[in-house]
C-alpha cells in the first residue's frame, strides 16, 4: 500500500521548509489556504477477496465521484467532470457484460445505484479511433457516499479506536471529487480524493505497513517550461523516513489547463416538456492564441431528458442557437420511451459551441434544446429532476509532435477525451452558479396526479361505453327500419317484379 | 382544423359566378389545387432556408434519411423511428440525389433543393389525384351500375370510362357539382399543408380512393391489388375489406339476384355458397397474395427489424404520451403501474381490470363488423367513412393526421348527409368538432410548453369531450347511411 498527500498552493504561495515539523512519522505544517489530494494505491491481493473477485471481472474500472458543489480549481488538478457519479468500464470478458455481479457491488458500496448488469444499463462508448476509452459508461446525477465511507472506515482503519483514522474517512464527504481507478495492466486500485482550495493545517501521519509521502506543492512557471507543460515547485517529505522535506521543481506536459474564466448554466423558463438549457460563458476569447481552439460542452444527462441528434442536425437550428454542431450523442438514445421504461442510465454528448467573433473578449451564450421524458405519475401531480452542469471547455490543438505522458495528476478516462485527438488540450471554464449554490438545475416535470386518477379508469370505461352504446342503438335503428340488404337493388327488383307482371 | 364545409364552396350558389367558373370545367380547380400546393411547397422552402423553426415536417426527415440508407444499401430501419414500408423509403430513393459536377454552385443547390423536395412533389401529386378520383367517384354514383337493368350496358360503359348515361342514375352527379365536393379536399389548406410539410397521409388518401373507385366500376383484381398494397402500407385499410366483401353480392356483380324465383328453404351450406362467389374469392386471392408476397419479399430484404417496426411496434407500443384518445390518460397511468421499478401511487397498489386490454373490442367490432353488415349494401362510401372514423375515434392513439384518414372519404358521403341538407347541424357538427380539438390544444399546450399539470382533469375530460363529439357525429353518419 502507498500513501500519497498533497497539499496544493497558488503559485507563489510557498512556504518554508522550516515550518514543516517531521517528527516520527508525523508532519506537522502551518495553516495554508490549499487544495488537497489524498491518493491510496492498494495492489490487488491487498483488497478483501470479495473485491478482488470482483476487480478480476474488469479489464478496467474507473469510478468518478464529482461533488455537486462548485469549487475552484487549483493547477495541476484541473480535469472537470459534470457532477455526479460517474463510471467507466471495460469488462474481462463479455459474459461479464450480462452480469449482475458488477451492479449488485456498486449497490452495496455506494447505495441506491440504479443499474441492472452493464449490458442493460450502461452506454457504450465509440472504441474505433481511440482505443484507450473504456467500452461502457454509466452515470447518475447522485449517490450517497456513506455506505463506501463504512467500507473505508472497516477496511483501512486499523482499530476502530483509530480516530483520526476515522476522521479522515469521514472527511470524504467533503470532497469535491473521489477517483477510484483500476486497470489489470497496473494490478493495483487507486483511490483519489481531492479537497477543495481553503484553508487547511498542513497534517500528515503515517500508517503501519504504508508508505507515506507528503507534498507541500505550488504550481510555478520554471524558465525552460514549454507552453504545453505544467511547473510544479514545493517541499517532499516520505514520512517515517526522511528528516526534513526536500525541495523538489519539475514540470510535466498537461492535457488539462485551467482556461480561467467560467460560466452559468440555467433553464429558460417555462420549461414546458422541451426545456433549454442557457450556458452563459463569460469570455469568447480563446484561452491561448496562435492555436486552433474551439469552446465544447460535455453533458452526461440522466434518462429523464435528452436531446434529439436528428433536431441538432440542422445548420440554420444550430447557429440560432449559438452551437456549431453535435460532435457526439451515445446512442441509442430512445426518443419516444417514458423514463419509467427505460434501463439506461441516460445519454452523454458534445456539443461545439459558437463564440461570437469578436476582437475583445465579451460573455455571450448557448441553447441547449433538451426534451423531458414522461414520469411516473405522483402526488400532487409533479416531480423534481435534477439535470447536472455540463464540463465546459475550450479544445485546442496542441503543436505537431507535442507527446502527453502520463503525469502524476493526469486522469485519463473522462468521457470525452477519447473523443478528441491525442494532441488536444482541454481548457477548462469554471463552473460557477448564479442560481443556488449547486451544479446542478432543477426542473419540476408536470406528471399525471395521482390523487386525482381515481375516476379514470371508471370514467374512461363509462364514456367509451356511452359512445359505443349510442353508435350501436342508430346501428340498430337501420338495422331495424331496413335490414342490412341494398335498398336501390330492391326498389330494381320491384320494378323489375312490375315489369314481369 | 376548421377545414370542413364552410370553408368548401356551395355549389348551389349561382349569384357566385366565380365559384361557378371554378367548377364548371375541371382545369380551374385542378390548377387551382396545384397552385395551392406549389406555394405551400416554395413557402415550405423559404422557411427552411430562413428559419430555425421549420416547415418541413421532422417525418419527411425520418423518410428521407431511411432513403439516404436505402441509397447506401443499408437498410431504411438504420433510421430511428422509420415505422413505415420499406416501400416508401425506395420512392423518396429521388430525395438522396444531387447535381453532377457539371453544374455550378448556385445551380447545385437548386438542383439538390428540388431533389430533396421530390417526396413532397410525390404527396401532393397524391393529393391531387385522390381528388380527381373523388370526383369520378361521385359522378359514377355510389352504385353505379346500380340496377340489374344496365348489367348489359356494363361492358360498354367500362370501355368509355363509365361516361354513359350517367344521369340517369339516382346516385351519379353532375360533374361540376361532383368538383365543388372534391375541393373539399383538393381545396382544404390542412391536406395541402400536411403533404407539403413532407407527411405520407397524401399516398393513403389516394390508394383508398383508387380501392374505391375500382370496386365500383368492377375491377376486382385492380382492388384486391389496392387492398392489400394499402394494408402492407398502414394495416388501417384492412377494415375496408369486410365493406367491399359485404357489398360484391352476386346481384351486384352479374345482375342476377341470388336464389330469386327459387324455394326460400335456406341452409347454412347453401348460404355459404352463395356467399362464396367467384369476385369475392378473386378479391380475396388477390389482396391476400399482394399482402403477403410484399411482406415476404420486405422480410427477405430487411429482416426482423422490418417486422418490429412495421407491424409489431404497434403491439407493444404503450401510447403514454398525450394525444387525442380517450384512452390516453388510462394508458399513461397504467403503463407506469407495470413497470416494477417505480411505485405509481395508489392507482397502482392493487391489480385491477384494465379498460384499455379490451380497448379494441368496440373499436373493431364497429369498424370491422357491425357498420359494414349494416352500412356496406346500402351505400359503400358512407360505410367506408363511418368505418374510418369509428376505427380513429375509439382508436388507442389518435393525432391530426389520423383525420386525414376519414376526410379524404368525407366528400362522398357529405352530399347526401344530414349535415348538408341541414346545414345549421353540419356548422353545429364541424364547430363542436374544432371545439372539441381547441379545448384539447389549449389543454395541451398548457402542459407542453408552460409546464402545467394538465393530465387531470383538463387533457383527459377535453379527450373524453372530443370522443363524445365523434360519437354523435358518427351517429348522425351511420344513420344517414341507413336512409
Not at chain 1, 471554464?429 to 371508471?458: C, F, Q, Y
Not at chain 2, 339476384?257 to 386471392?285: D, I, V, W
Not at chain 2, 381490470?353 to 357498420?371: H, Y
Request: glycine content about 6%; aromatic content about 12%; overall charge positive.
Amino acid at each position: 500500500m502507498r500513501e500519497r498527500i498533497t497539499f496544493i498552493q497558488k503559485q507563489g504561495d510557498s512556504i518554508e521548509p522550516t515550518t514543516l515539523k517531521i517528527k516520527g512519522g508525523v508532519l506537522n505544517g502551518p495553516e495554508i489556504q490549499a487544495a488537497r489530494e489524498d491518493r491510496l494505491t492498494i495492489a490487488i491481493d491487498e483488497l478483501p477477496t470479495d473485491l478482488q473477485a470482483l476487480l478480476g471481472t474488469a479489464h478496467e474500472l474507473h469510478i468518478r465521484y464529482v461533488s455537486s458543489q462548485p469549487y475552484e480549481a487549483i493547477t495541476p488538478l484541473l480535469a472537470r467532470l459534470p457532477p455526479g457519479f460517474h463510471l467507466f468500464y471495460t469488462p474481462a470478458g463479455q459474459a461479464n457484460a450480462t452480469s449482475p455481479a458488477l451492479c449488485l457491488a456498486l449497490n452495496q458500496i455506494f447505495g441506491n445505484v440504479q443499474c441492472e448488469n452493464p449490458e442493460k444499463s450502461f452506454t457504450t462508448l465509440p472504441r474505433d479511433r481511440f482505443s484507450h476509452s473504456a467500452a461502457y459508461q454509466f452515470y447518475q446525477p447522485s449517490v450517497d457516499l456513506s455506505p463506501f465511507i463504512a467500507l473505508a472506515k472497516e477496511k483501512l482503519c486499523s482499530s476502530s479506536k483509530d480516530q483520526s483514522c476515522a476522521a479522515r474517512a469521514d472527511r470524504l464527504t467533503n470532497a469535491s471529487s473521489l477517483d477510484i481507478s483500476y486497470d489489470a495492466i497496473s494490478h493495483a486500485v487507486k483511490l483519489t480524493a481531492t479537497w477543495p482550495y481553503q484553508k487547511q493545517e498542513v497534517h500528515a501521519t503515517s500508517r503501519p505497513q504504508t508508505r507515506t509521502e507528503v507534498g507541500v506543492l505550488n504550481s510555478d512557471r520554471p524558465g525552460h517550461l514549454e507552453p504545453h507543460e505544467l511547473g510544479i515547485s514545493g517541499l517532499l517529505t516520505v514520512l517515517g523516513q526522511d528528516k526534513k522535506p526536500s525541495a523538489t521543481m519539475f514540470a510535466f506536459a498537461s492535457r488539462h489547463r485551467d482556461a480561467e474564466s467560467s460560466f452559468s448554466a440555467e433553464f429558460l423558463e417555462p420549461t414546458g416538456l422541451h426545456p433549454t438549457l442557457k450556458l452563459r460563458l463569460e469570455s469568447s476569447k480563446p484561452p491561448i492564441e496562435d492555436a486552433y481552439c474551439s469552446p465544447h460542452a460535455y453533458f452526461t444527462l440522466p434518462k429523464t431528458v435528452f436531446a434529439d441528434r436528428h433536431q441538432l442536425s440542422d445548420d440554420l437550428f444550430l447557429a440560432s442557437k449559438n452551437l456549431t454542431r453535435l460532435r457526439y450523442i451515445s446512442q441509442p438514445v430512445d426518443l419516444e420511451a417514458p423514463e419509467y421504461v427505460e434501463k439506461r442510465w441516460g445519454s452523454s454528448l458534445l456539443l461545439e459551441l459558437s463564440p461570437p467573433e469578436h476582437e475583445e473578449s465579451k460573455s455571450w451564450t448557448a441553447q441547449v434544446p433538451l426534451h423531458l421524458r414522461y414520469l411516473s405519475p405522483a402526488e400532487g401531480g409533479y416531480t423534481d429532476i435534477q439535470v447536472p452542469y455540463p464540463a465546459v471547455f475550450w479544445a485546442c490543438a496542441a503543436e505537431e509532435g507535442t507527446k502527453f505522458p502520463n503525469n502524476p495528476f493526469e486522469k485519463a478516462n473522462l468521457g470525452y477525451d477519447g473523443l478528441f485527438g491525442p494532441r488536444t488540450v482541454f481548457w477548462h471554464v469554471e463552473p460557477r452558479p448564479t442560481i443556488g449554490s449547486r451544479l446542478s438545475n432543477m426542473i419540476k416535470v408536470p406528471v399525471l396526479d395521482t390523487n386525482k386518477a381515481e375516476w379514470v379508469s371508471g370514467g374512461t370505461g363509462l364514456a367509451v361505453l356511452l359512445g359505443f352504446a349510442w353508435i350501436m342503438w342508430k346501428l340498430f335503428g337501420v338495422l331495424s327500419k331496413f335490414g342490412y340488404q341494398n335498398q336501390p337493388s330492391q326498389a330494381a327488383e320491384v320494378v323489375k317484379a312490375k315489369k314481369n307482371q | 382544423m376548421a377545414t370542413t364545409s364552410p370553408a368548401a364552396p356551395r355549389p348551389k350558389s349561382k349569384s357566385s359566378s366565380l365559384l361557378s367558373t371554378l367548377f364548371s370545367r375541371p382545369l380551374p380547380l385542378y390548377v387551382s389545387a396545384f397552385l395551392l400546393r406549389l406555394v405551400l411547397l416554395l413557402y415550405g422552402l423559404w422557411q427552411d432556408a430562413n428559419s430555425p423553426l421549420k416547415y418541413t415536417d421532422i417525418d419527411y426527415l425520418v423518410f428521407t434519411d431511411a432513403a439516404r440508407f436505402v441509397s447506401r444499401g443499408e437498410s431504411p430501419y438504420a433510421r430511428e423511428t422509420y415505422r413505415y414500408t420499406p416501400i416508401l423509403a425506395w420512392l423518396l430513393l429521388p430525395t438522396t440525389w444531387t447535381a453532377g459536377a457539371q453544374w455550378g454552385p448556385l445551380a447545385a443547390k437548386v438542383i439538390n433543393v428540388a431533389w430533396f423536395s421530390f417526396g413532397k412533389v410525390l404527396f401532393a401529386a397524391a393529393d391531387l389525384v385522390a381528388g380527381w378520383l373523388i370526383e369520378q367517384v361521385l359522378v359514377m354514383g355510389k352504385d353505379f351500375p346500380s340496377s340489374a337493368a344496365q348489367g348489359k350496358e356494363k361492358d360498354t360503359e367500362k370501355k368509355e370510362g363509365g361516361r354513359k348515361g350517367r344521369s340517369e342514375t339516382a346516385t351519379g352527379m353532375d360533374p361540376s357539382r361532383a368538383r365543388a365536393f372534391a375541393a373539399i379536399w383538393l381545396l382544404n389548406p390542412m391536406v395541402a399543408t400536411i403533404s407539403t410539410r413532407g407527411s405520407s397521409e397524401g399516398l393513403l388518401g389516394v390508394l383508398v380512393m383508387a380501392l374505391l373507385w375500382a370496386v365500383l366500376s368492377r375491377r376486382i383484381t385492380l382492388a384486391g391489388l389496392l387492398l392489400g398494397f394499402s394494408v402492407h402500407f398502414k394495416i388501417y385499410p384492412f377494415i375496408y375489406a369486410p365493406a367491399i366483401v359485404w357489398w360484391m353480392d352476386q346481384e351486384r356483380l352479374s345482375g342476377l339476384r341470388a336464389g330469386g324465383g327459387q324455394k326460400k328453404t335456406s341452409s347454412f351450406r347453401k348460404n355459404l355458397t352463395c356467399f362464396l362467389t367467384l369476385p369475392r374469392l378473386l378479391l380475396a386471392f388477390t389482396s391476400l397474395a399482394t399482402f403477403f408476397s410484399l411482406n415476404f419479399l420486405m422480410y427477405r430484404l430487411y429482416g426482423h427489424p422490418f417486422l418490429q417496426e412495421t407491424y409489431l411496434h404497434h403491439v407493444t407500443r404503450i401510447d403514454h404520451r398525450h394525444n387525442f384518445s380517450p384512452y390516453n390518460t388510462q394508458l399513461y397511468l397504467s403503463s407506469a403501474s407495470v413497470s416494477p421499478s417505480h411505485s405509481a401511487g395508489a392507482a397502482a397498489a392493487e391489480p385491477k381490470f384494465k379498460i384499455e386490454s379490451l380497448a379494441f373490442l368496440p373499436q373493431l367490432v364497429l369498424s370491422t363488423i357491425l357498420i359494414p353488415l349494416t352500412l356496406a349494401k346500402k351505400d359503400l362510401p358512407t360505410s367506408l367513412l363511418a368505418q374510418t372514423f369509428a376505427f380513429v375515434t375509439f382508436n388507442k392513439v389518435c393525432t391530426s393526421q389520423y383525420f386525414l384518414w376519414y376526410l379524404v372519404l368525407l366528400p362522398l358521403y357529405l352530399p347526401r348527409s344530414s349535415f348538408w341538407t341541414s346545414k345549421r347541424m353540419g356548422l353545429v357538427a364541424l364547430g363542436l368538432w374544432v371545439l372539441g380539438q381547441g379545448l384539447w390544444l389549449q389543454q395541451a399546450y398548457e402542459l407542453e410548453f408552460l409546464g402545467r399539470s394538465t393530465f387531470l382533469p383538463g387533457l383527459w375530460m377535453a379527450s373524453l369531450g372530443f370522443f363524445v363529439v365523434n360519437c354523435w357525429i358518427l351517429g348522425v353518419i351511420v344513420g344517414d347511411g341507413g336512409r
